[in-house]
């Protein structure tokens, strides 16, 4: 054993800022789990599944050096708990899984937005239904993320296009899940969890890290405020924690139509109020442009490709790509269509995105859609383009 | 009765004032966080200084919500005082420990009714929870309530990676024999031949012996009571909470009205009975056959190990 003096907390720090300003070539799943520590997290619970399974080896080694603790469950019910669980008891928390795994967690998906219980859970989505193409990506858990769990509820997920997005949005993702007491769902893809991107990982003096507001003895934990303060496990104030509709001080009251009322509206309304915050969309508009092409994930980059080989051959095209894919930035998405006739959204499953644009801009939407486990190739997308721009 | 008729106005109004009526006959039971739950229990001639105001294990449960609402006869009651009672005894801090639990009448018993820090969790999940919630706080006593249903049935196969992975918490298995809050549907440890509302042609399937599971799957301390055997099962409670590692008691316990209507036990006393004269002592079963302990109760500690 090496003696130390040092408390857990400074070796974790020491050696974050050992990895800062430094280069890797790396996947996205192990960005992502980097991006994790460097937002704090201290608890992974977790599964194997591919193609997310690298996440939790990352974690296994990485967090055991921060004084951090990673467990493999039987199963993931158990890990998205286990997550839960440990948020209470003072974690920063995350699991990783795909879709199966992801299907198995929305009962307590829910359970964490109506708790109001800050934790990450990375959806590295891949092929299905079911089983599906196990290995192969696949964007078909948009909805899934939106609407997995029962109730009406309000969610935030992020999606990154690149490896060093998986790394910074994951801390975005932690921060977010602070801010607004909520469940946070990374929407990954298959394609960017394995993708291999150069990655650089900032100095841990530059991360923010969002600080869990805590309440005192005799505070409501539950409502009182839009984003109440949370009383953890051990604060000796004896929270009652409960899935099922409580009272502001967290106490069970199934009965009552108002506090029900009161209480989901609350909790769709923090996250509903502060939609414009949430929002990141890069806007890449060009001046006069009927066509343009919204996408997001590992779809973005050949369709960025698509409208820059269109670009370089005289189109005026302009390109729209949804970092916030929930609370949906459709306000923003509006202003850059903007003049727009046509809006071509190419995504990897039959129809999702899509039909949340509709409902928010006065021009086309053309879905163009491509499952099978292969990502579109920017010469589907150019051609889809020039067959709009006809 | 017609859509017609239903949808009538004065219809409704008509049954709107018959409940009303109903309710006010209501008015006279106590309703919640209103009344002292032990008023109407102390003669009011007596002097105040010449008694304690309360019960000495009051401070331990959230009063402001008290009754309980556990029906009349439960063994939900029984548990929470045996448990309250071990936790005194033992002087534990409740700012120390964290209640798990899960759903269904049993998980009721620590949340919300005992003063500690709670985690009332989804159907069958209390233990993956309490696994996330002991690894962050180890220092704290994590104790999981549930039932049959929501530990062995929805939730088995956490308990028996709980019990593998030999972490030190705490369950307490309390086992009805019946999914009580839902109406008396078949459970895991509904005994063979019962009928129940979803075995109304009796019940074809064995019952699991969740105890002897445990102690199969690994453990540190495995036994079992009934709430029959009160001072038995807090001192086994007591020494489960103390015990380091994986501890799990399962606690046989009465529904007379949910149990006891399939089997033909309605009053709570027979129901004690039963448990009473279909226990026996674990010390008392050697030489037994499979056959012998049928349908019996092997209670005490089964398995004590130090890993």
Known sequence: MLETTLAPAEIADLYLRSLGGTEHFIQGDEAAAMGALFAGCTFFGGYPITPASEIAEVMSRELPLIDGHYVQFEDELASISAVIGAAWAGARSMTATSGPGFSLMQENIGYAVMTETPCVIV????????????????????????????????????????????FDLAIRCFNLAEEFRTPVIFLMDGEIGHVRDKTVFPSIGEVTRFPRRKGTEGQDAFGGETIPPMLEFGD???????????????????????????????????????????????????????????????????????????????????????????????????????GLDRLIVPEMNLGQVNREVERYVDCEVIHFGKIGGEIHSSAEIRAEIERANR | M?????????????????????????????????????????????????????????????????????????????VLNTFTNAIDEMRIDPKEMVCVTGIGCSSWIPSPYFLCDTLHTTHGRAIAFACGVKVMKPDMKVIIIAGDGDLAGIGGN??????????????????????????????????????????????????????????????????????????????????????????????????????????????PV??????????????????????????????????????
């Open chain 2, 270 to 307: 027979s129901n004690l009975k039963y448990l009473r004269d279909n226990s026996i002592h674990v010390d008392g079963t050697k030489g037994m056959s499979e056959e012998e302990l049928e349908g019996k109760f092997v209670v005490g500690r089964l398995v004590e190990r130090n890993q």
């Open chain 1, 236 to 338: 000796g104030c004896f929270v009652h924690v409960t899935g099922s509709t409580h009272q502001d001080n967290g106490m069970r009251d199934v009965q009552t139509s108002t506090v029900h009322d009161r209480l989901v509206r609350r909790l769709v309304r923090k996250i509903d109020e502060a939609r414009d915050r949430i929002a990141m969309v890069e806007v890449d508009v060009m001046d006069g442009a009927k066509t343009g092409v919204l996408a997001y994930g590992a779809t973005a980059r050949p369709a960025l490709g698509a409208v820059l080989q269109a670009r370089a051959a005289g189109a005026k095209v302009s390109f729209i790509r949804p970092i916030t894919i929930w609370p949906f930035p459709g306000s923003q998405i509006a202003a850059a269509c903007d």
């Open chain 1, 123 to 166: 959806n590295v989505q891949r092929s299905g239904p079911s089983t599906g193409q196990a290995t192969l990506p696949a964007q078909g858990d948009v909805m899934q993320a939106r609407w997995g769990t029962h109730g009406d509820h309000e969610i935030i997920a992020l999606s990154p296009s690149t490896v060093q997005e998986c």
């Open chain 2, 158 to 267: 956490h308990l028996i990676h709980a019990a593998r992975r030999n972490i030190d918490i705490t369950v307490f298995l309390v086992n009805n024999f019946i999914y009580g809050m839902t109406g008396g549907q078949v459970s895991p440890t509904t005994p063979f031949g019962i009928r129940t509302t979803t075995t109304p042609y009796a019940n074809v399937e064995h019952p699991m012996r969740i105890a002897d599971l445990v102690a199969a799957a690994g453990g540190s301390y495995v036994a079992r009571w009934t709430t029959f055997h009160a001072f038995q099962l807090m001192e086994s409670m007591q020494y489960a909470i103390r015990k380091k590692g994986f501890s799990f008691i399962e606690v046989m316990s009465q529904c007379p009205v949910s149990f006891g209507k399939s089997a033909g036990m309605k009053d």
């Open chain 2, 2 to 78: 017609s859509i017609r008729d239903l949808s009538d106005p004065e219809y409704f109004d008509e049954v709107a004032e018959a409940n009303a009526e109903e309710r006010s006959m209501d008015g006279l039971r106590p309703t919640y966080g209103t009344v002292d739950p032990l008023s109407g229990l102390m003669d009011p001639a007596e002097s105040v200084s010449s008694r304690p105001e309360h019960h000495r294990l009051l401070k331990y449960l959230r009063r402001e919500i008290l009754p309980t609402t556990f029906c009349t006869g439960c063994g939900g009651g029984t």
